[in-house]
């Protein structure tokens, strides 16, 4: 449950991000995608032991992966700045 809000958070402060012009947006939605993989990660060495993984916690480690990517990706690239 606290990956899906997580989730839905860091897209919205992806989209943000995408609209306006500051980095903030995309520091906090990678930091979130960050714990999101964690969190998937955790789980996943936690339950392979007990029972077989399924399809959705790799999904999870994945969108988390992939949301620190473009989090970073955000921040670092360039601004654009309307005339």
């Known amino acids: ?36 993989a964690l969190v998937g990660i955790y789980d996943a060495a936690k339950l392979v032991s007990q029972i077989s993984v399924g399809i959705g916690l790799y999904l999870a480690i994945i969108a988390g992966l992939l949301g620190l990517i473009a989090g970073i990706a955000g921040a670092v690239g360039p601004r654009r700045y309307s005339q």
């Open 1 to 36: 449950m606290i990956t899906i809000v997580l989730a839905f958070l860091a897209l919205g402060l992806f989209i943000i991000g995408l609209i306006g012009r500051a980095r903030w947006p995309f520091i906090v939605c990678a930091v979130m995608s960050a714990i999101i």
